[in-house]
Antibody
Framework: QVQLVESGGGVVQRGGSLRLSCAAS????????MHWVRQAPGKGLEWVAF????????YYGDSVKGRFTISRDNSKNTMYLQMNSLRAEDTAVYYC???????????WGQGTMVTVSS | QSALTQPPSASGSPGQSVAISCTGT?????????VSWYQQHPGKAPKLMIS???KRPSGVPDRFSGSKSGNTASLTVSGLQTEDEADYYC??????????FGGGTKLTVL
């Protein structure tokens, strides 16, 4: 079945780095754009980044621009989020999602928790 | 980009209908027909309920419907059921390759 599985979350010190992965299965990964969306504890959803199906275009939310980098390897059916210069406010569950309809997430992973400690 | 505005809570009795509003601006909701609604149960990942203002993905009950007027979108849940109790989030394309979410509405089925 269609599935997205995130990994790579954990506890990191402020100013540190972390790389998240999102493994896709059950669909032709290379045909779809993908998003990262996060949710701070007890808070709402926040869009983080988007990458086009072929990786040629990448877009970021203002709060992560210049610090986070989205990428993908279609040969491995995997998307990544490299997070640098992490701040306390980056603490959240990070979800990877599939973009089937324009700017809409139709499939969500289970999420991976990132905690930035000070 | 500012978040879209949703009421923090909404409620209804089983069998009733309830509407949840999502207010933005002409730069997001009013400017594009890319409004989506997501349902999130506690501890779970969000689930897409409505895309492109009013389109229901396969498997979503027809009790869920979406609409838009000007800068405000709405999600209506008809024939409320206990399993509809959850948090609901709206989102919209906001131009310049950005997406904005609402703050979320906690729906309680009394």
């Amino acid at each position: 079945q269609v599935q997205l599985v995130e990994s790579g979350g954990g506890v990191v010190q402020r100013g540190g780095s972390l790389r998240l992965s999102c493994a896709a299965s059950g669909f032709t990964f290379s045909r779809y754009g993908m998003h990262w969306v996060r949710q701070a504890p007890g808070k709402g959803l926040e869009w983080v980044a988007f990458i086009q199906n072929d990786g040629s275009k990448k877009y970021y939310g203002d709060s992560v621009k210049g610090r986070f980098t989205i990428s993908r390897d279609n040969s491995k059916n995997t998307m990544y989020l490299q997070m640098n210069s992490l701040r306390a406010e980056d603490t959240a569950v990070y979800y990877c999602t599939r973009d089937k309809f324009p700017w809409t997430s139709d499939i969500w992973g289970q999420g991976t928790m990132v905690t930035v400690s000070s | 980009q500012s978040a879209l505005t949703q009421p923090p809570s909404a409620s209804g009795s089983p069998g009733q209908s309830v509407a949840i509003s999502c207010t933005g601006t002409s730069s997001d909701i009013g400017g594009y027909n890319y409004v989506s609604w997501y349902q999130q149960h506690p501890g779970k990942a969000p689930k897409l309920m409505i895309s492109e203002v009013y389109k229901r993905p396969s498997g979503v009950p027809d009790r869920f419907s979406g609409s838009k007027s000007g800068n405000t979108a709405s999600l209506t849940v008809s024939g409320l059921q206990t399993e509809d109790e959850a948090d609901y989030y709206c989102s919209s394309y906001a131009g310049s390759n950005n997406v904005v979410f609402g703050g979320g509405t906690k729906l309680t089925v009394l």
